[in-house]
C-alpha cells in the first residue's frame, strides 16, 4: 500500500509569497501524482495532475515537480483565493486504489 | 452543467444501515468510473470505493470492505452506496466523483457537493 504524506501540516503565508507544498510517497511510484484543493465547505477540485500538468482552467502560477519519491506542488505568488487545504493523491497499479496524502493546509499569515 | 448529486445521509445508530444515492447529469453516465470518496470532521480525504461503468468492477478501501457494497443504474444515471454494519468511525461527508484519465493518471475531475453521515447512539 502506497502511502502520502505530506508536509507540512500547515504553511503560514502572505498574499504574494510563493508556497511551496511537499508529498512523499512511501515507495517508489510513478508519475501518476495528481494535486487537488480544497477550499472550505467545499468539494475538492483538481489542480494537477501527472506530478506537472495544470488541469483545466488552472492558473499558471501553479506548478508540480517531482524528484524520486518527492513531489512538490509550488504556488508562485498567493492569491486570496489559493488559501486553502491541498491534497496529494495517487493510484495503485493493481487493484486500482487510491490513496490522498493527509493535506496541507495554506492559511494566511 | 455536468454535476453530480448525493443524497441519502443522516443519522443512524452504530450496527445501522444506510444506502447513498448519487444523481449524475450533463455527461454520458455509462461511460465513465465512478467512485465514493468520503471526509471525516475536520481530516482529509479518504477514498472509499469505485465501480467500473459497466459494474464489471468494484474496489473498496480496507476500512468499509466486507460492509459497504456500491452499485450503479446506468437506465437510471445514479450511483448507490450500501453502508451496513455502520460504525462511528464511518461518520463523513461522502462525495462522489467522476474518474477520467488524464496524461496517464487517473483523477477525480467532478465532484458532487457531498452527503453527510452520523453514525452516533
Known amino acids: 500500500e502506497i502511502v502520502l504524506t505530506q508536509s507540512p501540516a500547515t504553511l503560514s503565508l502572505s498574499p504574494g509569497e510563493r508556497a511551496i507544498l511537499s508529498c512523499r510517497a512511501s515507495q517508489s511510484v510513478s508519475s501518476y501524482l495528481a494535486w487537488y484543493q480544497q477550499r472550505p465547505g467545499q468539494a475538492p477540485r483538481l489542480l494537477i495532475y501527472d506530478t506537472s500538468n495544470r488541469a483545466t482552467g488552472i492558473p499558471a502560477r501553479f506548478s508540480g515537480s517531482r524528484s524520486g519519491t518527492d513531489f512538490t506542488l509550488i504556488i508562485s505568488s498567493l492569491e486570496p483565493e489559493d488559501f486553502a487545504v491541498y491534497y496529494c493523491?495517487?493510484?495503485?497499479?493493481?487493484?486500482?486504489?487510491?490513496?490522498f496524502g493527509q493535506g496541507t493546509k495554506l492559511e494566511i499569515k | 452543467e455536468v454535476q453530480l448529486v448525493e443524497s441519502g445521509g443522516g443519522l443512524v445508530k452504530p450496527g445501522g444501515s444506510l444506502r447513498l444515492s448519487c444523481a449524475a447529469s450533463?455527461?454520458?453516465?455509462?461511460?465513465?468510473?465512478i467512485h465514493w470518496v468520503r471526509q471525516a470532521p475536520g481530516k482529509g480525504l479518504e477514498w472509499v470505493s469505485s465501480i467500473s461503468s459497466s459494474s464489471s468492477h468494484m474496489f473498496y478501501a480496507d476500512s468499509v470492505k466486507g460492509r459497504f457494497t456500491v452499485s450503479r443504474d446506468n437506465a437510471k444515471n445514479s450511483l448507490y452506496l450500501q453502508m451496513d454494519s455502520l460504525r462511528a468511525e464511518d461518520t463523513a461527508v461522502y462525495y462522489c466523483a467522476r474518474m477520467v484519465v488524464r496524461g496517464r493518471s487517473d483523477v477525480f475531475d467532478i465532484w458532487g457537493q457531498g452527503t453527510t453521515v452520523t453514525v452516533s447512539a
Open positions: 493523491q495517487q493510484r495503485s497499479n493493481w487493484p486500482p486504489l487510491h490513496t
Open positions: 450533463g455527461f454520458i453516465f455509462d461511460t465513465f468510473t
